[in-house]
Structure formats: structure tokens, C-alpha cells
């Protein structure tokens, strides 16, 4: 039965990304990238440098983190990431209120939805631990199609979920999240707890740019 707080609906598909947004996780994914460069004796990226990519795809990412890494090594720089993450994997949090508003945003009749620059393998690895799979109807990781800020991801959410660009969100922690609703012709809210300064996302003109899970149920209780 729809929540009646919640019972006016303007989007019906809420998108989040994962890592910044729904997981309390840059502070190991920065740690990690520079932990990665420094095993392959690579210049170590200031954490500016290491917080901007994350939610891009792999070679995206590297581009930035290691531009003067070949790409034939790419996949070392990679797995050398990989190996460091996953040592502290089972140590993220969510963030405090994500539990019970994504609960709350089922109740009112929001389809809910995952876009992430997590591998497959990764985004079921962090669904299973953290156990809100369930609340989602469908998912879109960066090795499935194009990456952020490509209109691919968000695109084949919203028609796998039957929902066009009016009545879907974006809400994400990164620059590549706000662009990527752009490029979608979606609508974006911006979540300053991640990984992108707030003057960074309030420049790409969101609906909103909110400090916290609590700040972001209340407005989608009023606005969503």
C-alpha cells in the first residue's frame, strides 16, 4: 500500500549510483588507487585526483590516475587496484538512513535501480553483503555497455523498468552522475557526502545538491 506521506509521485524510476551515494566507500577506493600506483611504482595521485574517477570505467579511470601508464598495462594497474580493494571489501557501510529510506521509497511506488562503475562481479559481491538486492528492479554496471557519463547506462534502465526521461532520477555523488542524467535527458539530485565537492556538482545544475541521506529522504518525500 503506497505510503500516504509519499502518496504525490513525480519520478517513477529512482536511480542511484553505488559507491558514494548508497556505500560509504571513497575513502577506500581513493586509498586503494593510490596503494595500486605505488605497487607498481607509478606516481601516487593526490586524493583530488583519486576521488574524481571514481564512477568512470576502467580505462577512463586509469587515463587519469596513471596517464603515463601504457595501456598494455592497464590490466595490472587494475588488478593491483582490485587486490587492495578487496582486502577491506567486507568493511564498507551504508550510509546511515539508506536501509529505511529505500524501504519507504518502495511504499510510496518508486521503481528503484542501480547505476554503478562497479563491475558486475562487484556490484552482486557489495548487493549480497550489504542485502538490499531485493529493493532493486534492475542494475547497470560499467562493463555491461558504455560507462558514465554515456546515456547507455541510464538509458537501458529506464527501458528495462518501462519509464521514459520525464519520470526518472539520477541521484549520485559524482560529476559523472550528473552528467550522465544530462546526456539521459533525466533529471539529477546531487549527494555531497562522496566523492565530488559540492561547487563541482552544483555546477552541473541539479535539482538539488543535499549533504545527506537524511537531507535526500526529505526531500524526495516532498519533491520525489
Keep these: 500500500m503506497p505510503d500516504p506521506v509519499m502518496s504525490t509521485r513525480r519520478f517513477r524510476l529512482l536511480v542511484f549510483d553505488w559507491d558514494g551515494t548508497i556505500a560509504d ?98 556490484l552482486a559481491r557489495a548487493l549480497q ?20 557519463p554515456h546515456p547507455d547506462m541510464l538509458l537501458a534502465l529506464m527501458d528495462c523498468a518501462g519509464v521514459g526521461a520525464g519520470d526518472t532520477l539520477m541521484i549520485g555523488d559524482t560529476t559523472h552522475d550528473m552528467e550522465l542524467a544530462q546526456n539521459a535527458g533525466a533529471a539529477a539530485l546531487a549527494l555531497t557526502h562522496g566523492a565530488h565537492r559540492a561547487d563541482e556538482l552544483t555546477r552541473c545544475a541539479p535539482l538539488a545538491t543535499l549533504g545527506s541521506i537524511a537531507q535526500l529522504r526529505a526531500w524526495l518525500r516532498t519533491n520525489g
Design 25 to 122: 566507500s571513497t575513502a577506500l577506493i581513493v586509498s586503494s588507487l593510490k596503494a595500486a600506483c605505488a605497487d607498481l611504482g607509478l606516481p601516487i595521485p593526490d586524493d583530488a585526483v583519486a576521488r574524481h574517477v571514481i564512477g568512470l570505467g576502467l580505462i577512463d579511470a586509469v587515463r587519469h590516475v596513471a596517464p603515463s601508464l601504457s595501456r598494455e598495462r592497464y590490466a595490472e594497474l587494475s588488478a593491483a587496484y582490485r587486490a587492495r580493494y578487496l582486502a577491506q571489501d567486507d568493511e564498507i557501510v551504508l550510509f546511515e538512513g539508506v536501509r529505511e529510506m529505500l524501504g519507504e521509497l518502495e511504499r510510496a511506488g518508486h521503481l528503484l535501480a542501480v547505476a554503478t562503475g562497479k563491475s558486475r562481479a562487484g
Design 129 to 148: 553483503h550489504q542485502g538490499i538486492a531485493g529493493h532493486f528492479v534492475a542494475t547497470r554496471c560499467a562493463d555491461e555497455g558504455f560507462p558514465k
